[in-house]
């Protein structure tokens, strides 16, 4: 039952995007398509679960025996760019259609905030393996929820009729707003 309220928290409760407002970068820049949105989503979802199993292993085996808990940030942002070539060999491999959707933003996963905030949270809510795992996992399904919901709705709404002050960035956050409070409605539920 605990990992289950670790996995619905993760999902709903404390979206990593809407609710903690990380990774807000690829969020708003790869929103446009709903395909672009969910091979991100993907990318996301593997990074920032295995850099969490990597991470938490350093963590526990060098950094925290060796009392170099300094290191600590530069050794996370190693391990997530390592991942992230990873992705991006594999995406061009595998996707080339994809990886050139992805563009520019497939290495800013590097510098996503969300993947090393995650890790980092893991460490400090003291979580062991399994739960850290878990909750990087339903982390990683609320930020691809949530670019997906979020993309869906600008691709309806560039046929919308807006105000010519409104179309492009400024009713895109407007629209991120209104999502991020949507999912307030959450709150309380674990």
């Known amino acids: 039952m605990e990992y289950v309220l670790i996995l619905i928290g993760a ?35 593997f990074v920032m679960v295995l850099s969490t199993l990597a991470t938490y292993l350093i963590q526990n085996l ?20 390592s991942l992230v070539q990873l992705v ?11 990886y050139q ?7 800013l996963i590097t510098t996503n905030c969300a993947i090393l905030g995650v890790a980092l949270l893991v460490f400090q809510k003291d979580f062991s393996l399994a739960q850290g795992l ?15 919901i979020f993309a869906g709705l600008r691709e309806r709404l560039e046929f919308m009729d807006t ?3 409104m179309e492009g960035a400024p009713l895109a956050l407007v629209t991120a707003g209104l999502l991020a409070l949507a999912f307030m409605g959450f709150s309380g539920m674990v």
């Not at 300094?70 to 760019?81: E, S």
């Not at 991006?88 to 994809?98: A, N, Q, R, T």
């Not at 959707?101 to 290495?107: C, E, K, S, T, Y």
Request: aromatic residues 10%.
């Open 101 to 107: 959707a992805l563009g520019v933003f497939l290495p």
């Open 134 to 148: 878990v909750y990087a996992f339903g982390s990683s399904v609320g930020f691809a929820l949530a670019i997906l």
């Open 88 to 98: 991006e060999i594999v995406l061009k491999k595998v996707s080339p259609p994809l």
């Open 11 to 45: 999902v709903f409760v404390n979206n990593i995007v809407l609710n903690q407002f990380l990774g807000i970068c690829p969020f708003l820049g790869v929103s446009t398509k709903v395909e672009t949105a969910v091979g991100m989503g993907l990318a996301v979802s």
């Open 62 to 81: 060098i950094l925290t025996p060796l009392d170099i808990n300094f290191m600590q940030t530069v050794v996370y942002i190693l391990v997530i760019a």
């Open 163 to 165: 105000p010519k002050g």
